[in-house]
């Protein structure tokens, strides 16, 4: 198994870092700044649409989408180092169009959308005009196992009506964002319970969709984008919204959350890296009974577990990556799910101690580690909670060696 990049990889990487280095970096906490205490923190800052303009000038954009000519045409292997570095900052996925939701949404679109969905809204997606939000968790259900939800789609005539309640819907307080794909059942009766459900396209301004608030996580709303709790009551759109045809959301969802849960695990490995690289000079810097904290046995240990713990999961993410580029999805579903339980609780834990050496610098707005964990501990739930990956992880290895046993008590 060879993790070597490749020459093109390596320098696609030097490039991503050097514009971090120099354009994004540097303005970072302004950036901040800005949305925390300007007088819209609902607006989207100038500087980040210059930015994404000058990302895009030097073809620094849509890395996310293989095998396409939308996109840069990398491989999962090949895009994950990059998506790594963009982990390291909440501002970097957006800025070379690599940002989830809109990566999952124009995925969607581009396996399963016709021409003139293709046409109306993956083409502003692509070109990053427009943003987007993915609409199924709802609150009165356990969204975890989605064949729950209860949002409604019924056919009359030449429209769906949509009537349901959906929260936590990331992007869609943003003012760019102008359409959402949204999961509901179209068949509720059906005995296969992996049939009932559908995937339509509703443009965020159609009447009877109300954004009902900003939900908080941890207290802060993650203004601009923000996570909306929306209310759909007799919203209609043309029977041509539907995504790939009825009773196929189940489908189109499995499909959309592999590349999406390991996207969330390559951020999530760089953001630790970042943590590790501000834990390590806080270290060597900061003097407390007398000498640097990096001579405590204690830091020395954190940041030598933190090392180890950031090199395991990376490798994981790459074994991951590369057996989904060799054998799908769906071949690779073990390996997805056994990187989204690892990788967020290493994050985690790495923030956690890079935190603890920052003493109480490390929650305040000066660093980015208390937004990085936030951020970190929300992806645990995020595109399925941990204990639903252990159960179905461990249910699959049981059957596995389960089977393996009684093929050697048949020889």
């Known amino acids: 198994m060879n993790f070597e990049y490749s020459d093109k990889v390596n320098n696609l990487m030097k490039e991503v870092q050097e514009f971090l280095d120099t354009y994004l970096y540097p303005i970072e906490n302004e950036l901040n700044e800005i949305i925390e205490n ?27 989408l293989p095998d396409s000519e939308d996109g840069y045409g990398l491989s999962n292997l090949e895009y994950a180092p990059l998506a790594e570095l963009m982990g390291k900052s909440r501002f970097a996925s957006e800025i070379f169009n690599c940002s989830a939701p809109d990566t999952g949404n124009m995925e969607v679109l581009v396996r399963y959308g016709t021409d003139e969905q293709k046409e109306k809204w993956l ?22 196992d989605a064949t729950n939800i209860e949002t409604h789609i019924a056919r009359d005539g030449e429209e769906y009506i949509i009537n349901g309640r959906k929260w936590f819907i990331s992007g869609a307080c943003d003012p760019r964002c102008k359409i959402l794909i949204v999961m509901g059942k179209t068949d509720p009766d059906n005995e296969n319970r992996h049939l009932q459900q559908s995937q339509v396209l509703v443009p965020i301004n159609t009447p009877g969709v109300t954004i009902e608030r900003a939900m908080k996580v941890f207290g802060n709303d993650d203004a601009p984008e923000g996570h909306a709790e929306i209310t759909f009551k007799n919203v209609r759109v043309p029977v041509e919204n539907i995504i790939l045809g009825e ?42 009974f007398g000498r640097p904290l990096s001579k405590q046995g204690s830091v020395r240990e954190d940041i030598a577990k933190s090392f180890c713990e950031i090199e395991q999961a990376r490798l994981l993410t790459l074994k991951a990556a590369d057996k989904m580029d060799r054998q799908g999805n769906k071949g690779a579903k073990e390996l997805i799910s056994m990187i989204k339980i690892v990788a967020p609780q290493m994050a985690c834990a790495v923030i956690d101690r890079a935190i603890q050496i920052h003493g109480a610098a490390g ?49």
């Open 38 to 64: 300007g007088e819209d923190r609902w607006a989207i800052p100038q500087q980040i649409e210059d930015l994404k303009a000058l990302a895009k000038s030097q073809g620094l954009w849509n890395l996310f």
């Open 123 to 144: 083409k502003p997606l692509l070109a990053g005009e427009i943003r987007s939000a993915f609409a199924m968790t709802e609150p009165d259900v356990a969204s975890c």
């Open 247 to 288: 009773g196929r959301g189940f489908e189109i969802a499995q499909g959309r959350l592999g590349p999406g849960r390991i996207h969330h695990c390559m951020r999530l490995v760089g953001a630790a890296q970042r943590a590790l690289e501000l834990m390590s000079v806080r270290a060597e810097q900061r003097i407390a």
């Open 363 to 411: 929650l305040s707005q000066d660093t980015f580690l208390a937004q990085a964990y936030q951020m970190a501990r929300s992806i645990r739930l995020a595109d399925g909670p941990d204990q639903v990956h252990m159960m179905q992880l461990g249910r699959g290895v049981a059957k596995g060696y389960s089977a393996m046993q009684l093929m050697k008590m048949r020889r």
